[in-house]
Every structure is written in structure tokens, then in C-alpha cells.
């Protein structure tokens, strides 16, 4: 849908902070992956990322798109998460070309 609109960012909202390079509630020590490359994750994604908090397919729609250049991921259940995200400050996790 972003893509048709012509945005060139879509935010989605989960329930943890972004992609963590471990699924944090096994393992409290998972590190959040800030900033990634679309190629990069989909290398990690290849190797052990089994319980990414987003459809694998996104990631080849986003390397093709015309419009859409990132992703984020934000933690819509804290307050002010999402109000960064759109004013393109630094939170949760950023998926980007």
C-alpha cells in the first residue's frame, strides 16, 4: 500500500522496540539492530532470523519498489514512539536501501 501511495517510508507498529538480532524474550541479552540494509537482513535473515517481527516478503518488495526507500519499526504500545518515527528521528529500527 505504501508503495502505491507514493510514500516513500512506512512505519510499522509492533510491540517490541525493532528487529533484535535474538528474540528478546528468550533472551533478554538480544541486541536491537538500530540501522540494517535491506541486503544485510536478508543475509541474517537467511542464516537465523526465524522469528522476525515482519513478513520476509517485505523485504524483496522493498528492495524492488519504486517509491519506498525504509521501514521502520517502532513500539507503538510507549508513548512518543510513533511521533519520532514520522518526524524521522532515531527509534526503534530502520530497514533502508
Do not use: Q
Given at each position: 500500500?505504501?508503495?502505491?501511495?507514493?510514500a516513500r517510508t512506512c512505519?510499522?507498529?509492533?510491540?517490541?522496540?525493532?528487529?533484535?538480532?535474538?528474540?528478546?524474550?528468550?533472551?533478554?541479552?538480544?541486541?536491537?539492530?538500530?540501522?540494517?540494509?535491506?541486503?544485510?537482513?536478508?543475509?541474517?535473515?537467511?542464516?537465523?532470523?526465524?522469528?522476525?517481527?515482519?513478513?520476509?516478503?517485505?523485504?524483496?518488495?522493498?528492495?524492488?519498489?519504486?517509491?519506498?526507500?525504509?521501514?521502520?519499526?517502532?513500539?507503538?504500545?510507549?508513548?512518543g514512539k510513533i511521533e519520532?518515527?514520522?518526524?524521522?528521528?532515531?527509534?526503534?529500527?530502520?530497514?533502508?536501501?
Open positions: 500500500m505504501t508503495e502505491v501511495l507514493g512505519i510499522f507498529v509492533k510491540d517490541l522496540e525493532g528487529l533484535f538480532t535474538e528474540d528478546p524474550p528468550i533472551n533478554p541479552n538480544a541486541e536491537l539492530i538500530e540501522d540494517i540494509t535491506i541486503d544485510k537482513l536478508i543475509m541474517m535473515d537467511m542464516m537465523d532470523m526465524e522469528d522476525m517481527v515482519m513478513e520476509h516478503k517485505l523485504l524483496y518488495l522493498l528492495r524492488e519498489a519504486s517509491n519506498m526507500r525504509e521501514i521502520r519499526i517502532v513500539n507503538g504500545h510507549k508513548r519520532k518515527a514520522v518526524k524521522g528521528e532515531k527509534v526503534g529500527t530502520r530497514i533502508r536501501e
